[in-house]
């Protein structure tokens, strides 16, 4: 099997550096100084749980794409738009594309069978261009369950979490799916094969929708979200109008919201990637988290007032951001 990860930052490098180690060749794509130490040194990840370095081939050419069996997608969301035509362009008809994005999915609604089945979502997929670029039958879903960070070029701190959760947008258990678990699993990594995978969606956006902004704008890490208890209540109450517009559209949620938001909170002294982008003057993702919540929501006739009211406090500190650069 031939995997070429394409955005190999925090994440992707960490899923190719754990690839490669278990047999897998592997291509990554990257850019600027990052790339060239991955280049010259392979990816070196730290961490309590284990260090190790890895050695996969590294290019800034999205051409690579033209060989490989899988192209596991770790873009932010908010960059899908501009590289979904190219992507598309370099893929072989029978290659898997795995999306593991934050928020909900371009792909969402491929084969969900609900109502808005085969529909679109503007604040993800602005004008259907990945919907229109990537053939359908390519994708798996992925929900990333993994906490990295990028600490220098080529170097990756793993602060928690393996575990990727994979699945056919139909819900079908296929041979691919079967394949890319067993070689996550030789890589060290936990890649369990999910009927429902939307549901596993849902959970993880509950604390991207809510950990990320709010970690943005008051520079706290996850651990100090919990600090005090007005913030753990602002928490639940987004959580519970997050879990409302998820429970239209058939969702169950595997746990319980408190328990969600507790293992957040117990994630402790990390920041989360919306407040990296931040520290790191990047664009911040946010329409594919709390933009397209309040889409399903306005579609589903549910009210969201708190996450509104969030949404508008990160988007005007993006806009902030970008105009002080």
């Not at 291509?27 to 260090?51: F, K, P």
């Not at 399903?296 to 406090?313: C, I, M, Y």
């Amino acid at each position: 099997m031939r995997v070429v990860v394409v955005g190999a930052g925090a994440i992707g490098a960490y899923v190719g550096a754990a690839l490669a180690r278990g047999g897998t060749d592997v291509t990554l794509i990257a850019r600027g100084a990052h790339l060239r130490a991955l280049q010259e040194h392979g990816v070196h990840v730290v961490g309590e749980r284990e260090e190790f370095v890895a050695h996969p081939s590294a290019t800034d050419d999205l051409a690579a794409l033209a060989a490989a069996d899988v192209a596991f997608i770790a873009l932010k969301a908010n960059s899908l738009s501009g590289l979904a035509p190219e992507i598309g362009h370099h893929l072989r008809p029978s290659a898997a594309t795995v999306w593991a994005q934050n928020g909900i999915p371009w792909w969402y609604f491929f084969s969900e069978g609900g109502p808005l089945d085969g529909s679109t979502l503007e604040s993800v997929d602005p004008a259907g261009v990945i919907w229109a670029s990537i053939e359908h039958s390519s994708v798996i879903g992925c929900v990333v369950y993994c906490s990295t960070e990028l600490v220098a070029p080529g170097v990756i701190r793993h602060v928690e979490g393996t575990r990727f959760a994979i699945g056919e947008p139909d819900g079908s258990r296929s041979e691919r799916c079967e394949q890319l678990s067993a070689a996550f699993a030789q890589g060290g990594l936990k890649a369990p094969i999910e009927a429902r995978l939307r549901d596993q969606i849902w959970l993880k956006l509950l604390g991207n929708a809510t950990f990320n902004p709010i970690s943005a704008l008051t520079g706290s890490t996850l651990g100090e979200l919990g600090d005090l208890a007005e913030m753990v209540a602002l928490l639940r109450e987004l959580f519970a109008e997050i879990a409302a517009v998820a429970t239209r559209l058939g969702v169950s949620f595997p746990v319980s919201l408190e328990r969600r938001l507790e293992a957040g909170i117990a994630v402790g002294d990390h920041k989360t990637s919306m407040l990296q982008d931040l520290e790191a003057n990047k664009p911040l993702e946010i329409d594919c988290m709390t933009g397209a919540v309040i889409e399903l929501a306005a579609k589903l006739d549910v009210p969201v007032p708190r996450l509104e009211a969030v949404h508008a406090l990160v988007r005007h500190l993006d806009h902030l951001r970008a105009h002080r650069r």
